[in-house]
């Protein structure tokens, strides 16, 4: 598995995540192929249902078949079981809505980028504090691309992902990248009334234009 690093940089190389769940695992698969046709090379796909964990499985066997370069995360994680479960089965990033010290430390342990919640500027900071490479400042739809500008004042080199609130315009994306994100993570709006994988690569790929250029070292 890719170290920590490499994740990260796959990540902010194209910082536009979807966020997803669904209960079938064959419709699954073909959001997953059809964000990756579009030019994603991340998804997020969270654990909300009864049989996410197989699905989750199904999904890996799918990204390790026909999707080389596409990071597959996990999100809602609450618990170190929970995320050690996952990253056994290839998670290669661990997302939470909180922040929890457990989790934090299974993720540091496989060497697992760890992406904790947080919603104000002292609980953003903590968690880089504990070790997050990413926080996931969340929801951003309560916060908004001000909170953001304010938060880049005392904290101008913490990544922040946000989650929650950013729809798939080229306005929404202006005004988080703008307001000074690293990564986007874009859920139902993403797929709102895209049924159809064709339709949701259709989506996807011009969005690709409205995203930051990773930066050249």
């Given at each position: 598995?890719p170290?920590s690093?490499e994740t990260l940089?796959a990540l902010l190389?194209v910082?536009l995540v979807?966020?997803?769940?669904?209960a079938?695992?064959?419709y699954?698969?073909?959001?997953?192929?059809?964000?990756?046709?579009?030019?994603?090379?991340?998804?997020?796909?969270?654990?909300?249902?009864?049989?996410?964990?197989?699905v989750?499985?199904?999904i890996?066997?799918?990204v390790?078949r026909?999707?080389p370069?596409?990071?597959?995360?996990?999100?809602?994680?609450?618990?170190?079981?929970?995320?050690?479960r996952f990253?056994?089965?290839?998670?290669r990033?661990?997302?939470?809505p909180?922040t929890t010290?457990?989790v934090?430390?299974?993720c540091?342990?496989?060497d697992v980028p760890?992406?904790?919640?947080?919603?104000?500027?002292?609980?953003?900071?903590?968690?880089?504090?504990?070790?997050s490479p990413l926080?996931k400042?969340?929801?951003?739809?309560?916060?908004g691309?001000?909170?953001i500008k304010a938060v880049?004042g005392?904290l101008?080199?913490?990544p922040?992902?946000?989650?929650g609130?950013v729809?798939?315009t080229?306005a929404?994306?202006?005004?988080?990248?703008?307001?000074?994100?690293n990564?986007?993570g874009i859920?139902?709006?993403l797929?709102?009334?895209?049924?159809?994988?064709?339709?949701?690569?259709?989506?996807v790929?011009?969005l690709?234009?409205?995203l930051?250029?990773?930066k050249v070292?």
């Amino acid at each position: 598995m890719p170290s920590s690093s490499e994740t990260l940089a796959a990540l902010l190389a194209v910082p536009l995540v979807p966020v997803f769940y669904h209960a079938d695992a064959g419709y699954a698969a073909d959001v997953v192929r059809a964000c990756y046709a579009g030019g994603l090379r991340a998804f997020e796909f969270t654990n909300r249902g009864g049989n996410a964990f197989e699905v989750f499985e199904a999904i890996g066997q799918l990204v390790a078949r026909e999707c080389p370069e596409l990071v597959l995360g996990i999100g809602t994680i609450y618990r170190a079981a929970e995320a050690e479960r996952f990253i056994g089965a290839g998670a290669r990033f661990v997302v939470q809505p909180v922040t929890t010290p457990d989790v934090a430390a299974t993720c540091q342990y496989h060497d697992v980028p760890w992406v904790p919640g947080a919603q104000t500027l002292n609980e953003i900071f903590r968690a880089s504090e504990m070790g997050s490479p990413l926080v996931k400042v969340f929801p951003g739809n309560v916060v908004g691309p001000e909170f953001i500008k304010a938060v880049r004042g005392p904290l101008p080199g913490v990544p922040l992902m946000v989650t929650g609130g950013v729809e798939p315009t080229e306005a929404s994306l202006h005004d988080w990248f703008g307001a000074g994100v690293n990564v986007v993570g874009i859920g139902s709006q993403l797929f709102k009334g895209a049924a159809d994988p064709a339709a949701i690569t259709a989506r996807v790929q011009p969005l690709l234009q409205f995203l930051p250029k990773p930066k050249v070292e």
